[in-house]
């Protein structure tokens, strides 16, 4: 299963949740706005610019 870090209320996040439905991809959507702390420490090592959304499988970390 897919994790996808970043609020719905993002166009650039709704894109991949639009491709996510399309395919039939199971996945679970991880969003706060930009001034939740936990949120800000959970993305930061994920994605070095803090952009969102952040797509990570396992390992494997899409940003």
């Known amino acids: ?3 996808l870090l970043g609020k719905s ?3 650039n ?6 491709l ?3 395919l039939g991809l ?3 959507q991880l969003g706060a ?3 939740d702390a936990d949120f ?3 993305l930061h090592p994920l994605s070095p610019n ?7 499988d396992g390992n494997f970390v899409l940003w």
């Open 20 to 22: 996510c439905a399309e």
């Open 1 to 3: 299963m897919l994790d």
């Open 50 to 56: 803090g952009q969102v959304p952040v797509i990570r």
């Open 40 to 42: 800000l420490a959970a």
């Open 26 to 28: 199971e996945y679970r």
């Open 13 to 18: 996040v709704r894109k991949v949740l639009w």
């Open 9 to 11: 209320t993002s166009i």
């Open 33 to 35: 706005d930009g001034h």
